[in-house]
T-cell receptor, first 115, second 114 residues
Framework: AQSVAQPEDQVNVAEGNPLTVKCTYSVSGNPYLFWYVQYPNRGLQFLLKYITGDNLVKGSYGFEAEFNKSQTSFHLKKPSALVSDSALYFC?????????????FGTGTRLQVTL | ETGVTQTPRHLVMGMTNKKSLKCEQHLGHNAMYWYKQSAKKPLELMFVYNFKEQTENNSVPSRFSPECPNSSHLFLHLHTLQPEDSALYLCASSQEDRHQETQYFGPGTRLLVL
């Protein structure tokens, strides 16, 4: 079975500083990887995905993620954090489920950005 | 907004009640999903429908019964639930004709079982 791991329950960063939220994956075959963000009392919002191609993927709200095959990682990054980025972030891997697909999520990392 | 709506947003029910959660997607997608999000646990996939056919049932108890009358609507019928079923139930949809597409989520229904 495919899986992703988010080793940090929480990441704290000061506004204006760069942020990194870590994710490692375990898949058979080519990985299809996703990042989602969840704000309080809301559903998940898609940020970005890696399917193939350039290892640096750019997404919404200034976020980007770097796919590293040798380290089996897909870390989420942003050059300058905002207080409004404070939320719960999920890494996910896609696998087939019959004729559709399903996402397997990590446990989530809470990002806290302070002034 | 993502184009996926869920009603109700909040639901409180007793263990003997019967209720239904509704999901509607306005994106023209052909696959829909139910996920359960509990405190301190990863998101769990419950059911997958592709072209109205159920393609995945992730060992979900029979007290949860999904229904997908068409590719835009998805229901989750609930009966004789347990307090441990209290959670945020999320619906998602995607276009699966190329097996590469993104799932878009609704805002969820927060369920409390008393």
């Amino acid at each position: 079975a495919q899986s992703v791991a988010q080793p940090e329950d929480q990441v704290n960063v000061a506004e204006g500083n760069p942020l990194t939220v870590k994710c490692t994956y375990s898949v058979s075959g080519n990985p299809y990887l996703f990042w989602y963000v969840q704000y309080p009392n809301r559903g998940l919002q898609f940020l970005l995905k890696y399917i193939t191609g350039d290892n640096l993927v750019k997404g919404s709200y200034g976020f980007e993620a770097e796919f590293n095959k040798s380290q089996t990682s897909f870390h989420l990054k942003k050059p300058s954090a905002l207080v409004s980025d404070s939320a719960l972030y999920f890494c996910a891997v896609r696998e087939l489920a019959g004729t559709a697909s399903k996402l397997t999520f990590g446990t989530g990392t809470r990002l806290q950005v302070t002034l | 907004e993502t184009g996926v709506t869920q009603t109700p947003r909040h639901l409180v029910m007793g263990m003997t009640n019967k209720k239904s959660l509704k999901c509607e997607q306005h994106l023209g997608h052909n696959a829909m999903y139910w996920y359960k999000q509990s405190a301190k646990k990863p998101l769990e996939l419950m059911f997958v429908y592709n072209f109205k056919e159920q393609t995945e049932n992730n060992s979900v108890p029979s007290r949860f019964s999904p229904e997908c009358p068409n590719s835009s609507h998805l229901f989750l019928h609930l009966h004789t639930l347990q307090p441990e079923d209290s959670a945020l139930y999320l619906c998602a949809s995607s276009q699966e004709d190329r097996h590469q597409e993104t799932q878009y989520f609704g805002p969820g229904t927060r369920l409390l079982v008393l």
